[in-house]
């Protein structure tokens, strides 16, 4: 019985170079680097490059499927420049499943907030393969970089 839980670990220990596995202890790297400003006020007006460069590295989720410059490549799926208050479901040359298709909504951050929390409740039958981003701080983040695109 012991043996089976050990080897069992062993199994989630080997899956670990998985993109998720790196999902799961991004927040424990990222944690502890704010340092208290007491100015987080400002940080809405002109986004703190610790933020960005934070929201940088997360993008390392989403670039397997997503361009940042307005040519989709051969990525799967639509490129995100500009993506901050573009209309769902408009980048030309892209292909959108019907259920993205049918919405009407501008990518507002908080919809972007929304969205990337998990893609799936937002929009039943999305066709983006994304779990979700748990975590509050990692979302902000990766909007403030997608914010720049
Ligand atoms: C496995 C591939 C994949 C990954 C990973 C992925 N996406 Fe997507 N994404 C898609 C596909 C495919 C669509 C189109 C969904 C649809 O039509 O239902 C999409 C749609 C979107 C849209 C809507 C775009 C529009 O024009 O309306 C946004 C925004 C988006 N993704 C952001 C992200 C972000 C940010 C990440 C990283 C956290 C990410 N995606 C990760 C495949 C992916």
């Given at each position: 019985m012991k043996n089976s839980a050990d080897s069992r670990l062993l199994a989630t220990a080997a899956l670990c170079g998985s993109l998720l596995c790196g999902l799961a202890t991004l927040p424990t790297a990222l944690?502890?680097?704010?340092?208290?400003?007491?100015?987080?006020?400002?940080a809405s007006e002109s986004p703190d490059p610790q933020l960005l460069a934070r929201g940088k590295r997360l993008y390392i989720l989403c670039q397997a499927c997503h361009a940042t410059e307005a040519d989709p490549g051969d990525k799967i799926g639509p490129h995100?420049?500009?993506?901050?208050?573009r209309p769902v479901a408009?980048?030309?040359g892209s292909v959108y499943s019907d259920a993205l298709r049918a919405e009407d909504f501008v990518w507002s951050e908080k919809n972007l907030d929304v969205w990337l929390q998990r893609p799936a409740d937002m929009?039943?039958?999305?066709?983006?393969s994304f779990a979700g981003l748990p975590g509050d701080d990692l979302r902000k983040a990766l909007i403030a970089y997608l914010n720049t695109l």
């Open positions: 944690a502890g680097q704010d340092a208290p400003s007491g100015q987080e006020a400002a995100l420049a500009g993506i901050v208050n408009s980048a030309e929009v039943p039958g999305t066709s983006m």
